[in-house]
């Protein structure tokens, strides 16, 4: 079995965070309407799929040193009979609420070029991963943990933290991952879980682990645009799915997947609260209810 030698490393990613400043001197544009933008947003992502194309004989057939990394190229010159991605993606549609509550249809499309053969994540699990984020228009890059082969451990749903205001607890939501990256990662799988600790901060995994990639609209990305990331901008995401681990927030016993209800056809979470306390009940660890049962 091939293995890799991986150091454990642990914290947020910039797709996670979004921090803001108050500028006196800057005009904020209200933001654009969310279906409209969602339309646009499908049009450039098909446009995309239909003039491109991936390295899938090299997935197909690979030779000795194959470093399993997507590459994405034009469908052009010696690459003209290249199969296009839009006859090798899957899709699926979302829901996402817009300023005024409304639910706007987005449409997320992910490829599959190698599938895995361990277990796929949940919405509220844990996933170690490889990636890379870049505009889809012009190929900018704002999250790269693939080159220098540095995995990261994301909780996919996020967790309650607790602060203070003016020394009284004050429970606040750390949100997980962008919510088109949380639906499409867990349509990959992990390896297949014989994981060896080194007890020295790496470990060990086999080499069958899922690769794919993801073409995300803005509207479930960063609609109104982030760092690098423009206002109202797809995004494409190359990602390698290493481990992925069931995640119990409030150390209850009852898994975190099992204290939400996720609605897979809208792609959305609600948080049931089981004693209408500050925070809800996958981490609350008075509340036991399994949804699961």
Request: aromatic content about 10%.
């Amino acid at each position: 079995m091939i293995r890799n030698r991986i150091a454990v490393v642990l914290g947020g990613l910039s797709l996670l965070v979004i921090s803001c400043k108050k500028d006196d001197d800057v005009v904020i544009e209200p933001p654009r309407d969310m279906l409209e933008v969602s339309i646009e947003n499908d049009e450039a992502i098909v446009s995309f799929l239909e003039t491109h194309f991936y390295n899938y004989d090299e997935f197909a057939n690979p030779v000795e040193g194959f470093d399993y990394q997507i590459v994405v190229d034009t469908i052009s010159g010696d690459n003209a009979g290249k199969t296009p991605l839009i006859d090798q993606v899957q899709s699926k549609t979302i829901k996402v609420k817009n300023a005024d509550g409304d639910e706007i249809d987005h449409k997320l499309y992910y490829l599959i070029a190698r599938e895995g053969v361990g277990a796929n994540p949940t919405v509220a699990d844990s996933v170690y991963v490889n990636h890379k984020g870049s505009v889809l228009s012009t190929g900018v890059v704002f999250e790269n943990q693939m080159n220098n082969y540095r995995p990261i451990w994301m909780d996919i749903l996020g967790d309650w933290k607790i602060g203070s205001v003016m020394w009284t607890p004050n429970y606040e939501y750390a949100a997980g991952v962008a919510l088109g990256y949380r639906e499409l990662v867990v349509e990959l799988k992990a390896s297949s879980g014989d994981v060896v600790d080194n007890g020295d901060g790496t470990f060990e995994f086999a080499d069958n682990y899922g690769i794919g990639a993801f073409f995300i609209p803005s509207g479930a990305f960063y609609f109104q645009g982030s760092g690098a990331v423009p206002a109202y901008a797809p995004v494409l995401f190359q990602v390698n799915l290493l481990l992925t681990k069931n995640i119990d927030h409030d150390k209850d016993g009852v898994p975190s997947i099992c204290e939400i209800e996720y609605d897979a056809t809208k792609g959305q979470v609600s948080f049931p609260n089981c004693n209408d306390t500050a925070y809800p009940s996958y981490a609350d660890k008075t509340c036991t209810e399994n949804l699961c049962d």
